[in-house]
């Protein structure tokens, strides 16, 4: 619907649809909206732009299970976008494990944080649809405030990075030795006994990288897997017996953990999550959107909120899965539509090329551009590999006294 004026006439509005056009004067048209508000409600809505959405328009609403990907979704640009297509999304957030372990009635696509769901999600549908795409991938980092990064520091344990703060001086990023962080947490020590005072703050509390519960969320999964693996000697455990071995050392560093899911970055934005929970495990692109959020909000980077890159690396891939044809067409559109992509790398995620390689330089010249500075790589740092499927499983269950998951009911016979 488009607004018209011809000379001194009243403005005039256009309604378009298949075969048909319509011009009619305000007055006519607030009559004709009156008369049809009732008998088609709900089927006429008027866009921003100006434009009635008559039923052909074809907007297609799609149902699907998210984990923390889904402020991707709720982002308006990113709704805006997929309107053009004639896609509405409608999400059911819940963490990457019971994702894959309930049922997909309904649901036209399933979008889990991580590898392990994705392959538990797949191997239940084996004899149903699936079809998968990943549009973007996060590595696993531990966001932290300089005072803590600083004490680390201190201690040995982190080390600067190319990448300074908005005061010109101050990093933003550090590389976290793993073993000794582990170590120091694995013995019960607390922020007091290594010096964190030395840096104006006061923090009894016990050295730890805060999670969500290990049994919901892919992002404690994996870092219960990147901790297991530096454990067992930079090695994955092979068998039950390794596994179970794993799962006990390191059961005591990862007991005390618990935020929920989305809450766990919110809780780190806020003044009060310095006390609450010092160091977070998180996705890099949430770091990395909130700075972009902070140098459009303020005109600098905010140089107090730092990341560690842990010393042995995991990259989390998020998968998408179709569950229907509907939603595979979703899944192309996040895989191959420019836009999109686009958006993605401005929520600070490091989108994939047509090779399936994380385009990381792209997203680090974005970054210079709006005035962030990037992390610099670091080639040397181990890259951590996760057990199998049934193994993790295992671990997760030991580790976080978990229920075994559930039988999918769309899989039993």
Known sequence: MTAERSNAEEPRLTIRGPSRRLSLRSRALRSLLTALAFPVAG????TAGGHLLLPFDGVTTLEGKIASKSE??????VQRILMKHGIKVHITRMGSRDIATTGFDGYDFAFPSGQPAADMIKNDRRDDYAKSHQPFVSPIVLATYREYAE???????????????????SPLYYTLNMKGFIDLSARGRKWSDIGIEEHRTRNGNRILAQTSNVCEANHAGTYLGLVAFVENGNTVPTDNSAADRVAAKIKPTLVSQGLASEQMFKTYEVPEGKGVAPIVVVYEHQYFAYQIRQRQQTGKPDSQRVLLYPSTQFLTEPEYIALTPKGDRLGELL?????????????????????????????YRFLEDQ?????????NDTKATLPSLPLLERMITSVGDCPPPKQNPESSS
């Not at 089927?43 to 008027?46: H, M």
Request: glycine letters at 8%; zero cysteines.
């Open 43 to 46: 089927l006429l809505a008027l």
């Open 151 to 169: 004490t680390l520091r201190d201690n040995g344990l982190a080390t600067p990075r190319e990448g300074v703060g908005a005061d010109g001086r």
């Open 72 to 77: 991707f979704f709720e982002d308006e640009k």
């Open 371 to 379: 005035g962030i500075p990037a992390p610099a790589s670091a080639a």
């Open 335 to 363: 895989a191959s539509d420019e836009q999109l992509q686009r958006r993605a790398m401005e929520l600070g995620f490091r989108v994939l090329d047509s090779s399936n390689k994380a385009t990381s330089t792209e997203l």
